[in-house]
C-alpha cells in the first residue's frame, strides 16, 4: 500500500532538517538544486547569497537575468531560472517591531518558523499561517500562500510594507497607505517585480489557540451543512481520501476567549471527536502534528497542521490546489467527488479550506471569498498530471484558479482570463523590470505571453 511507504519514509526522516545538506549557499553547489519535493531540478546551479541590501543591489545590477529563491516549496517552475539564482537566506532578521503601530519588518529570508516564537515572546501574533511554518515569509507572499478560515485572507493580506531592489539597481519602498492600488499590485508579485529585501506585516496581540479533531463525516452533512461547518471554528480544514463519500477528519481551530468559543460535542454532524491526537492521513502517527483536543497553546503552535520543530513529510509527494469562488463550493467539491475513482489510487490526502476575499491583484482570492481544494499526491508525475486535465475541466465551470506555487496544467490563455487585473499587473512588472531581467519560462508563459 502506497500510504505505508509514505509513512516508511516519513518515520525515517523523523526530525531531520527540510533543508538538504545538499544545498550550499556559495557561488557553486555540488549537485544539481532542486525544490523541496525534489520532483523539480532547476535548471541552474548558478546561486549567489547576499548577505546585505548593498550585495543584493550589486549582485542585480551585474546580472543580466535572475531568479530570487525563497525557501524552494513551491512544486512547479515559478522559482527556476536558466541563468541565477539570488538567495536571501541569509538576510534573516527582524529589521523592526513596532508595537504602536502593530506591526514588524523582517528581511525577505525570514521564515514563519523563526518569526512566530518572536513575535509571541514580544506579545504577538499573525492572523494565520500555513499548514507548515518552514517557508519564508518574501516566497509565501510573493504566491498568495494561505492558511484556513472564512474569515482569514492569505497570509499577504496582512503585508503592509515592501522594500524591493528591481531592476535598475533602485530601491523601491511601497506600502499600503501610501502606495494604494500600486501596492495591492505588488503584493502578490510571483518574484516578477525585483527582488524583495524587506517584508512588513500587520501584527495583533498574541492569542492562545485549540483545535479538536473529528473522524469521518459523511459527504452528505458537507453538502447539506457546508457554512455551519465553515463558521464553526477560526480555521476549518476537511481532509478527504475521496473514498466512501466521507471526510475522514475535520480539523476546527479555535482562539480562546475569541468572539465564540467552539463547544467540542462528542459528534459533529455526523464526525465522532477523535480520542487522540490524529495525523491527516490516520495512518500516520500524529508526533508531527500539532496538539489537538482541546489543549490550549500558543496561536503559533496550533494554526498550522505540523509542529515547528519536525520535518511534515519527506518531501515525497507533490501538490495541487485549485480555488473556486465560496458559494460555488459544494458544487465544485461534489463535481471533484465523482473523479474519486481516477483520484484516490494517486492521492496521499485532500485538504479542503476556507479563505477571505482579498484585493491583491494577482492572489486567487482576488474580490471572491473563495474555497481551495487541495491535493497531496504520491510523487507519480506522469500519473497526477494525467488526472490534473480532469479535475481541472471538472472545476472550469466555477472559473477555478490554481495555486500558484503548486501543479496544474490550465492552458495559460485560460489562467490568464481568469485575472482580471492582469493587464495592469503587467504593465507594473514592465515598470519595475522593463528588460524583464526578473522573469523565467514560467512568468512568460502564464504571465507575459511571450513563450
Ligand atoms: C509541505 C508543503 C506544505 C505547503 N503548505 C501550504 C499551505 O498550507 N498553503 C499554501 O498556500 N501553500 C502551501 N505550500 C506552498 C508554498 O508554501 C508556497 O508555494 C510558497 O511560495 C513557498 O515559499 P518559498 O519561500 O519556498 O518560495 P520559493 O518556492 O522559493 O519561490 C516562490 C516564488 O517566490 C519568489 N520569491 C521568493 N522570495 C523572493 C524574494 N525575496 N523576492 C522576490 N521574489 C521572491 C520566487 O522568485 C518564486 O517566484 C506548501 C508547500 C509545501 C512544500
Same mark, same amino acid.
Given at each position: ?92 532578521? $527582524? +529589521?523592526? @517591531?513596532? #508595537? ?5 519588518? &523582517? ?8 518569526? %512566530? ?69 505588488? $503584493? +502578490?508579485? @510571483?518574484? #516578477? ?5 524587506? &517584508? ?8 492562545? %489557540? ?242
Amino acid at each position: 500500500m502506497r500510504k505505508r511507504t509514505f509513512l516508511k519514509l516519513t518515520g525515517a526522516m523523523g526530525a531531520q532538517s527540510m533543508v538538504s545538506p545538499l544545498f550550499g549557499w556559495g557561488a557553486k553547489v555540488p549537485e544539481k538544486l532542486k525544490n523541496w519535493a525534489g520532483n523539480i531540478e532547476y535548471s541552474t546551479e548558478n546561486l549567489h547569497a547576499a548577505k546585505s541590501l548593498e550585495e543584493v543591489k550589486s549582485y542585480v545590477a551585474k546580472t543580466s537575468k535572475l531568479k530570487v529563491l525563497g525557501t524552494r516549496h513551491c512544486f512547479n517552475t515559478i522559482a527556476d531560472s536558466k541563468d541565477a539564482f539570488l538567495s536571501l537566506k541569509p538576510m534573516a532578521e $527582524v +529589521v523592526a @517591531l513596532d #508595537a504602536a503601530a502593530k506591526t514588524v519588518t &523582517v528581511e525577505a529570508g525570514v521564515t514563519y518558523g523563526r518569526l %512566530a516564537p518572536y513575535l509571541h515572546e514580544k506579545g504577538f501574533a499573525l492572523h494565520n499561517l500555513a499548514s507548515l511554518p518552514h517557508i519564508s515569509v518574501a516566497g509565501a507572499c510573493s504566491t498568495g500562500t494561505h492558511g484556513s478560515g472564512e474569515k482569514n485572507g492569505n497570509l499577504s493580506t496582512v503585508a503592509s510594507g515592501l522594500e524591493i531592489v528591481t531592476a535598475g539597481r533602485d530601491l523601491v519602498e511601497l506600502s499600503r497607505k501610501k502606495d494604494g492600488e500600486t501596492f495591492r499590485g505588488v $503584493v +502578490v508579485g @510571483l518574484g #516578477a517585480l525585483g527582488a524583495i529585501t524587506k &517584508v512588513t506585516l500587520d501584527i495583533q496581540p498574541t492569542f492562545m %489557540a485549540r483545535q479538536w479533531v473529528y473522524e469521518s463525516m459523511p459527504l452528505e452533512a458537507v453538502k447539506a451543512h457546508f457554512d455551519e461547518i465553515e463558521a464553526s471554528g477560526y480555521s476549518v480544514s476537511l481532509f478527504t481520501d475521496w473514498r466512501n463519500k466521507n471526510v475522514n477528519e475535520v480539523w476546527i481551530k479555535e482562539r480562546v476567549g475569541g468572539e465564540k468559543e467552539f463547544a467540542a460535542k462528542p459528534e459533529f454532524f455526523g464526525a465522532k471527536l477523535a480520542k487522540k491526537n490524529l495525523h491527516p492521513i490516520a495512518e500516520l502517527g500524529a508526533e508531527n502534528c500539532t496538539e489537538q483536543m482541546g489543549v490550549p497553546g500558543p496561536w503559533y503552535e496550533r494554526l498550522p497542521h505540523f509542529k515547528m520543530g519536525f520535518t511534515p513529510s519527506a518531501g515525497k509527494e507533490l501538490q495541487s490546489e485549485f480555488f473556486v469562488p465560496r458559494e460555488h463550493a459544494v458544487e465544485a467539491i461534489l463535481a471533484v467527488e465523482k473523479l474519486h475513482e481516477k483520484i484516490s489510487p494517486h492521492l496521499l490526502i485532500t485538504e479542503i479550506r476556507a479563505i477571505a476575499v482579498d484585493d491583491l491583484w494577482m492572489s486567487p482570492c482576488y474580490q471572491q471569498d473563495s474555497v481551495a481544494i487541495h491535493f497531496t499526491w504520491q510523487q507519480d508525475w506522469p500519473a497526477v498530471k494525467a488526472v490534473l486535465p480532469e479535475i481541472e475541466n471538472a472545476l472550469a465551470p466555477f472559473d477555478v484558479r490554481p495555486h500558484w506555487g503548486k501543479l496544474f496544467t490550465i492552458e495559460p490563455s485560460v489562467l490568464r482570463s481568469r485575472y482580471k487585473k492582469l493587464p495592469e499587473f503587467v504593465e507594473l512588472a514592465k515598470k519595475y523590470d522593463p528588460a524583464g531581467k526578473f522573469r523565467n519560462e514560467f512568468l512568460n508563459r502564464y504571465i507575459f505571453a511571450s513563450a
